[in-house]
């Protein structure tokens, strides 16, 4: 359902190496989404960082990673998957103590 939007688009000369597959660095980027740990400390079981980063930033400046998310939530909420009248935020808080 999201392939079509987040599927790389080659260049004209067809220069490079092949494609990732966009299914597996979808995933890689959430990881890095849902545990907030920088790119360079990707797992080695998935894609390299670096590829993972500049797929990502292409998705996010051509609209595609919001494109991508909508279609997804669109069709959770169809099936009665997805509610978005419910939230949770994490309250989690630290008090700065002071010359910390």
């Not at 004209?12 to 092949?18: C, I, L, Q, T, W």
């Not at 595609?64 to 909508?70: F, G, P, R």
Request: contains cysteine; hydrophobic residues 35%; positive net charge.
């Amino acid at each position: 359902m999201v392939e079509p939007v987040l599927r790389p688009q080659r260049c004209a000369d067809n220069r490079g190496g092949p494609w990732q597959e966009t299914r597996d660095l979808l995933n890689d980027v959430l990881w890095i989404l849902g545990t907030g740990a920088q790119w360079r400390e990707m797992p080695e079981k998935y894609s390299p960082w670096q590829t993972c980063h500049r797929r990502f930033q292409q998705w996010v400046r051509r609209g595609e990673l919001e494109e991508a998310l909508q279609r997804l939530s669109k069709h959770l909420c169809e099936r009665g998957r997805l509610k978005l009248d419910e939230a949770f935020v994490d309250g989690t808080s630290a008090s700065a103590k002071r010359a910390a």
